[in-house]
């Protein structure tokens, strides 16, 4: 009797629409969403995000185009369905409160109300680069190591992304 309750309750539990795997077509970043195939039917508005409830504290994990995933429905809704597992990422996406955390191909966004890290690096390099020091022979009127700082900017230009 042990064995028939237990065979029962493990079917009651069992979903009618279990995760599959598909291929992935396109993404919207600005929406959230994406849509898969899985060679037979193609869906799309796929959730990048099992939660989806308007406000703007929001992670994403952005899946490569052509890359394989695993989607899942919601409530066992074939028409509402969301990535539960990548194989490529081409980026992601977090947004908390004023904080905003950006990273793709191109490199990294991190922001925090109006104030970006590369902003913040390009004026300090600015401000580097404009220094004057008094000697005793008077004011320097030259940085002397100026292509030096060129070169960092250069190097934080290609390596952060963003204002």
């Known amino acids: 009797m042990d064995k028939e ?68 429905p919601i409530n066992e809704d074939l028409k509402n369905l969301y990535v539960e597992a990548y194989s490529e990422i081409d980026g992601l996406d977090l947004k908390i409160e004023g904080v905003h955390f950006n990273i793709d191909k191109d490199g990294f966004l991190l922001k925090k109300e109006n104030e970006t890290l590369k902003k913040l690096m390009a004026d300090l390099i600015t401000a580097i680069k404009a220094m004057k020091f008094t000697t005793n022979n008077g004011p320097t009127i030259n940085l002397v190591n100026i292509a030096d700082f060129i070169a960092l900017e250069n190097r934080f230009n290609q390596f952060l992304k963003g204002n």
């Open 5 to 72: 309750l237990h065979d029962a309750f493990r079917k009651l539990k069992q979903r009618d629409v279990d995760t599959f795997p598909v291929k992935v077509l396109s993404v919207d970043k600005s929406a959230g969403t994406c849509k898969v195939t899985d060679d037979e039917l193609d869906y799309t508005d796929v959730r990048l995000s099992a939660v989806i409830d308007g406000n703007d504290k929001k992670f994403y994990l952005f899946p490569k185009v052509g890359s394989s995933v695993l989607v899942s």
